[in-house]
């Protein structure tokens, strides 16, 4: 793709944003990201439990922390320590099929937003689309987790796997940056995976690239300058008294849902500036015929 035509897909990324509400589209997301987030977290817990590394649950929402504002995290454990101990140990049962049906919930949002930003219909059936919303769950969240993984397992986890494999000092040294490398990639492979599957579009997966690392760009930098806001200008406290940690997770949220938006607008139009049009998955009868969907290369 030549430079002009990047330029011009990202002035049109911008003007669609706009067009399109995207910020708008974005707080009605992050609504579902909300009713989704806890039976998310359940789920993790639940799967998690039965890897072979101490305390990953509870290094996952260390971690988190980094991230999320501190008084929204502090909400998070609260709401997880009331819903798990009473239940540790018996989360795989029939139960956790409401709370895995609960947590695809934010994906089947997630899909109607992306087919917005790609300006295509949602014609595939319930029975397709709902299945594949909790398929993107397990997806999306066991890369999560080895993306996590390799961020938790720490610089020592590289002199055991030297000893094991016989990897020289070379790989010791480059290790504690490898891993955060590694952890970025499957953040950003995850993106992809949501790129693809998600909205009704016909696509090659390397196409979801460049949004994708927009979108796990965008998030990192808005996740720290939200997090270095709240810690040191924000009053939420103030304003909405008990609810602030409410509130800053629902901002933090928000702000999540533009940058999985932002990425996908981004995609769509590079699309757009090659000069193809947006093929879709599924046609209903009514728009076969319709001049805008047109096979994508």
Request: zero cysteines; a positive charge; charged letters at 15%.
């Amino acid at each position: 793709m030549r430079l002009h035509q990047i330029k011009n897909a990202l002035l049109r990324t911008y003007d669609d944003v706009q067009r399109k509400h995207t910020m708008q589209m974005a707080a009605g997301l992050s609504y579902y990201f909300v009713l989704s987030l806890f039976p998310l977290l359940i789920v993790f817990a639940a799967i998690v439990a039965f890897l072979p590394v101490p305390n990953l649950f509870d290094q996952a929402l260390a971690f988190m922390s980094r991230f999320i504002p501190q008084d929204s995290m502090g909400l998070v454990r609260g709401v997880l320590r009331d819903v798990i101990t009473p239940y540790r140990g018996h989360f795989l049962s029939v139960g956790i099929l409401g709370t895995i049906w609960a947590a695809s919930g934010g994906f089947s949002g997630m899909m109607e937003a992306l087919n917005v930003a790609y300006d295509v219909e949602e014609n595939r059936p319930f029975w397709r689309t709902r299945p594949l919303a909790i398929g993107l769950t397990f997806m999306i969240g066991a890369l999560l987790i080895i993306a996590l993984a390799a961020m938790l397992v720490g610089p020592n986890f590289g002199g055991w796997l030297a000893g094991k494999v016989g990897l020289g000092t070379i790989f010791l040294t480059v290790w504690p940056y490898a891993r955060w490398s590694l952890a970025v990639a499957f953040a950003v492979l995850a993106v992809e995976l949501i790129y693809f599957l998600a909205p009704n579009v016909k696509q090659r997966f390397m196409r979801t690239l460049p949004g994708a690392l927009i979108a796990v760009g965008s998030w990192i930098v808005l996740s720290w300058a939200l997090g270095f806001y709240f810690q040191r200008f924000a009053s939420l406290n103030k304003t909405y008294g008990t609810l602030a940690a409410a509130i800053a997770l629902m901002v933090w949220l928000y702000w999540t849902a533009f940058a999985i938006l932002l990425g996908g607008e981004v995609n769509a139009d590079l699309l757009h500036a090659t000069g193809k049009r947006i093929t879709v998955k599924e046609t209903s009868s009514k728009n076969v015929a319709s001049p805008q969907l047109e096979k994508a290369a």
